[in-house]
């Protein structure tokens, strides 16, 4: 399980481990469960810090580095999604050494006394048991690294990004398209061989993203950001592509663009904790989009009510693809309105 932990968190499912971890506290007094994902995030942190010890690429350095050290902590977010998904094989790295740190802590019967902490702080849920920790960590870690060190190779600067040729649209059915009434919406003609237009992908005000509640995101740790706080939860698709994956708690969407842009919209700050409630998905994994087309509903109130945050973010996860990316002072927006341009070019 230590291998197949960090595709759960790509999916959202990791949200309804903790009744595990509370399960098998109550029946047997430690969880064996807990061990087990704390060897799966630090190697995706060890994952990460090999990337960025090994490229030679400034922007990748400084993206791998502070999300190594966040993974170890047990936030693997910023190292999954921001480094080891977008280059592969690092995360197939991470997910090989969580599986041999696990595969050691269930030979020794590790057990933690309490949920919800992983990474190096993991361990003050383990004091009965230090030393099986701090071995089950030293060989997730030690063997995702070396494996991320030896497979990863920065990207040539001379390839271009690939493009996503798409066959036939695949049209959403007519109920889920009326965010893109003729006058509205304007399709998504203004990509070009060398430089591409995203839209906001939802009505509301676009804010300087340094004012983000999350440090995650305030800082662009997983790439190139605009936020927007929304003013209704029709979450649309920003350009014409296809859609990578779409959470199964609806809260975020992955797109790959015409040019080759990785876009990650996120709905609200930890609203994966919401575990779906409050958002409905109108797409699927694969579907062909165009600009406009809606993509999730999110319900503004449900969220707030919840007490999370509702700020949206598309984020360029691959920028350092781009020769430049420009984007848009904050002003109030809606579906439609250029807030980023990526250029293959000078």
């Given at each position: 399980?230590?291998?197949?932990?960090?595709?759960?968190?790509?999916?959202?499912?990791?949200?309804?481990?903790?009744?595990?971890?509370?399960?098998?506290?109550?029946?047997?007094?430690?969880?064996?469960?807990?061990?087990?994902?704390?060897?799966?995030?630090?190697?995706?942190g060890?994952?990460?810090?090999?990337?960025?010890?090994?490229s030679?690429?400034?922007?990748?350095?400084?993206?791998?580095?502070?999300?190594?050290?966040?993974?170890?902590?047990?936030?693997?977010?910023?190292?999954?999604?921001?480094?080891?998904?977008?280059?592969?094989?690092?995360?197939?790295?991470?997910?090989?050494?969580?599986?041999?740190?696990?595969?050691?802590?269930?030979?020794?019967?590790?057990?933690?006394?309490?949920?919800?902490?992983?990474?190096?702080?993991?361990?003050?849920l383990?004091?009965?048991q230090?030393?099986?920790?701090?071995?089950?960590?030293?060989?997730?870690?030690?063997?995702?690294?070396?494996?991320?060190?030896?497979?990863?190779?920065?990207?040539?600067?001379?390839?271009?990004?690939?493009?996503?040729?798409?066959?036939?649209?695949?049209?959403?059915?007519?109920?889920?398209?009326?965010?893109?009434?003729?006058?509205e919406?304007?399709?998504?003609?203004?990509?070009?061989?060398?430089?591409?237009?995203?839209?906001?992908?939802?009505?509301?005000?676009?804010?300087?993203?340094?004012?983000?509640?999350?440090?995650?995101f305030?800082?662009e740790?997983?790439?190139?950001?605009?936020?927007?706080?929304?003013?209704?939860?029709?979450?649309?698709?920003p350009?014409?592509?296809?859609?990578?994956?779409?959470?199964?708690?609806?809260?975020?969407?992955?797109?790959?663009?015409?040019?080759?842009?990785?876009?990650?919209?996120?709905?609200?700050?930890?609203t994966?904790?919401?575990?779906?409630?409050?958002?409905?998905?109108?797409?699927?994994?694969?579907?062909?989009?165009?600009?406009?087309?809606?993509?999730?509903?999110a319900?503004?109130?449900?969220?707030?009510?919840?007490?999370?945050?509702?700020?949206?973010?598309?984020?360029?996860?691959?920028?350092?693809?781009?020769?430049?990316?420009?984007?848009?002072?904050?002003?109030?927006?809606?579906?439609?309105?250029?807030?980023?341009?990526?250029?293959?070019?000078?």
């Amino acid at each position: 399980m230590g291998g197949l932990y960090a595709p759960t968190v790509v999916t959202g499912i990791h949200q309804m481990y903790t009744a595990i971890d509370l399960g098998q506290i109550a029946q047997y007094g430690v969880t064996y469960w807990l061990p087990l994902a704390s060897a799966a995030n630090i190697a995706q942190g060890a994952a990460a810090l090999a990337v960025g010890i090994k490229s030679r690429d400034k922007k990748v350095k400084s993206l791998a580095l502070p999300s190594s050290l966040s993974a170890f902590m047990g936030i693997t977010e910023p190292a999954i999604f921001g480094v080891n998904l977008r280059f592969f094989k690092p995360f197939i790295a991470g997910c090989i050494g969580g599986g041999c740190g696990a595969l050691y802590a269930s030979i020794v019967h590790l057990g933690a006394k309490g949920t919800g902490v992983t990474g190096i702080f993991g361990i003050l849920l383990c004091l009965e048991q230090p030393v099986q920790y701090i071995i089950e960590m030293v060989i997730a870690v030690g063997v995702a690294f070396i494996l991320s060190f030896i497979l990863y190779k920065d990207q040539n600067k001379d390839q271009k990004p690939e493009v996503v040729k798409a066959d036939a649209p695949q049209t959403l059915p007519e109920e889920h398209r009326d965010e893109k009434e003729a006058g509205e919406i304007p399709a998504n003609t203004t990509a070009t061989a060398g430089s591409e237009e995203l839209h906001t992908p939802v009505n509301g005000t676009l804010i300087p993203v340094s004012e983000v509640s999350d440090p995650t995101f305030a800082a662009e740790v997983l790439g190139k950001t605009a936020a927007v706080i929304p003013s209704d939860g029709q979450i649309v698709a920003p350009c014409d592509g296809q859609i990578v994956s779409i959470y199964e708690t609806g809260h975020a969407v992955c797109i790959a663009s015409s040019l080759g842009g990785e876009i990650l919209i996120h709905v609200g700050i930890d609203t994966v904790k919401m575990e779906g409630k409050g958002f409905t998905t109108r797409v699927a994994d694969g579907d062909q989009v165009h600009a406009g087309d809606l993509l999730i509903e999110a319900d503004l109130d449900q969220i707030k009510k919840a007490g999370y945050d509702t700020a949206t973010m598309m984020i360029l996860t691959n920028a350092d693809s781009f020769a430049a990316v420009d984007k848009a002072e904050p002003q109030e927006v809606s579906r439609g309105t250029t807030v980023m341009t990526i250029r293959t070019g000078a």
